[in-house]
């Protein structure tokens, strides 16, 4: 998870817009980011999906139509979403959202080459789980 920095904009607003699949958030800088539901899934800060160091990230494919079922408050420094395919145990710090805001582009352009060089595409399936578990139960 990114680090919580003292810098980093507040959320003012946060709306969920689940017909189109975007977390609005405005930030205290004027900033307002509209970020796709799919890349927070595929981007998520959690240990399933970035792994526990280097290399050991778990490309996520068949995202496309995630949706958010909720949205809880973690303290006054996060928000931890429950995605539409189970998956919530990301924790999306206030700077965490705010880079995902601000990098779309690169964001997307990086998923969509690391998707090329695995040979598969946005809307492939996930590979099935291979049992072994991040040791975290």
């Known amino acids: 998870m990114a680090g919580l920095d003292k810098n980093t904009p507040t959320p003012q607003d946060i709306t969920l817009h689940g017909a189109s699949r975007v977390l609005e958030v405005g930030f205290s800088d004027g900033q307002t980011f509209r970020i796709p539901f799919e890349l927070m899934r595929v981007y998520s800060p959690s240990a399933e999906v970035q792994g526990h160091g280097p290399g050991q ?3 996520q494919t068949g995202k496309r139509e995630v949706g958010i079922s909720g949205l809880e408050p973690v303290g006054n420094y996060a928000v931890q979403p429950t995605f539409s395919d189970g998956h919530d145990s990301g924790i999306f710090s206030w700077d ?3 880079f ?3 990098k779309q582009d690169e964001l ?9 060089a695995a ?3 946005r809307d492939s ?6 049992g072994q ?3 975290s139960h």
């Not at 997307?108 to 090329?116: P, S, V």
């Not at 399936?125 to 291979?130: D, I, Q, T």
């Open 133 to 135: 578990g991040c040791g």
């Open 100 to 102: 995902l805001g601000s």
């Open 119 to 121: 040979g598969v595409d």
């Open 125 to 130: 399936s996930m590979p099935e789980k291979s």
């Open 96 to 98: 965490y959202l705010y």
């Open 108 to 116: 997307w352009a990086d998923y969509n080459a690391r998707l090329q």
């Open 57 to 59: 990230e778990v490309l």
